[in-house]
């Protein structure tokens, strides 16, 4: 088992004329909780949808427990163990909570109809065990469309730890959440990287948020990797305050 669960190297990819990422090497460490940062429009979102087969590169590798990852699709990267969540929620706003959480996983490509049949309990089980684990056991039948936005960011969480991942990405989870919810949801973060042995990758804009979940941090800027390092190290870089605290 190596140490690092992906391995990204030297990865560009351009829209027309848009260097989205230029040359770009990191790596997620198994059992971490690694964190990206960056202004608006710097490549981040970019490189996760690389990284989970959404777009094929351009250039470079990507590397998954080992393995070349960086021609196959998303459902064959899904299919590995890895996900993501999207800075817009992804949940079906008519339906109610548990089935969102149901639905979620018969969409696996790699669930028959039949064989969700028979486990039609288990899943159900499941659904509710991940829904008391964010705090949304007592809203499970309600539509999830009437749930406030941090209610639906942690409703996508639940629905995304449904598939059991080994690695979550997730694209800021914090954006647009009432203050008040955020350390609820930084504690279930926490809470599914301990508890359940889930490895973390987490873009995230709010300074605050990411010094204190992640042991280790990139921040990209216009597309490249600029500096990279432990929270303490990378807050005082001055390229890094420059680039993104700055707030250009
Ligand atoms: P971030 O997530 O850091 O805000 P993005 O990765 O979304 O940044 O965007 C990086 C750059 O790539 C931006 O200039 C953006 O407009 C451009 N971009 C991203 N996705 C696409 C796309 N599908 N088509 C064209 N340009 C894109
Ligand atoms: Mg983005």
Redesign the pocket.
């Known amino acids: 088992m190596s140490e690092n669960l992906i391995e990204i190297k030297n990865v560009s990819k351009s829209?027309?004329g848009?260097k989205?990422?230029v040359d770009i090497s990191m790596s997620v460490k198994r059992g971490a909780i690694t964190g990206i940062i960056?202004?608006?429009?710097?490549?981040?979102?970019?490189?996760f949808?690389s990284i989970v087969g959404y777009?094929p590169i351009d250039n470079g590798s990507i590397t998954f427990e080992g393995n070349e990852i960086s021609h196959l699709m998303v459902d064959e990267i899904a299919r590995l163990g890895m996900l993501r969540t999207f800075?817009q929620t992804r949940i079906y706003g008519e339906m109610n909570c548990v089935d969102n959480m149901q639905i979620s996983v018969s969409h696996r490509p790699d669930s028959k109809d039949s064989m969700f049949a028979s486990r039609k309990g288990e899943i159900r089980e499941r659904a509710e065990h991940l829904l008391e684990f964010v705090g949304l056991y007592s809203k499970r039948n309600l539509i999830s469309g009437d749930l406030s936005f941090g209610q639906q960011k942690l409703l996508e969480f639940a629905m995304a730890l449904m598939n059991e991942p080994k690695v979550l990405l997730l694209?800021e989870p914090t954006a647009g959440i009432n203050p008040t919810l955020i350390n609820g949801l930084i504690d279930r973060l926490r809470r599914a990287n301990e508890e359940l042995g889930i490895t973390l990758c987490v873009?995230e804009h709010n300074m605050r948020v990411i010094m204190n979940l992640a042991s280790h941090i990139y921040c990209?800027s216009n597309?490249k990797m600029l500096a990279n390092g432990e929270p303490e190290k990378l807050q005082n870089d001055p390229r890094v305050i420059d680039a993104y605290l700055g707030g250009h």
Request: neutral net charge; aromatic residues 4%; charged residues 10%.
């Open positions: 829209f027309g848009v989205a990422n960056g202004p608006n429009g710097c490549g981040k979102s970019t490189l949808n777009h800075q694209d873009i990209l597309g």
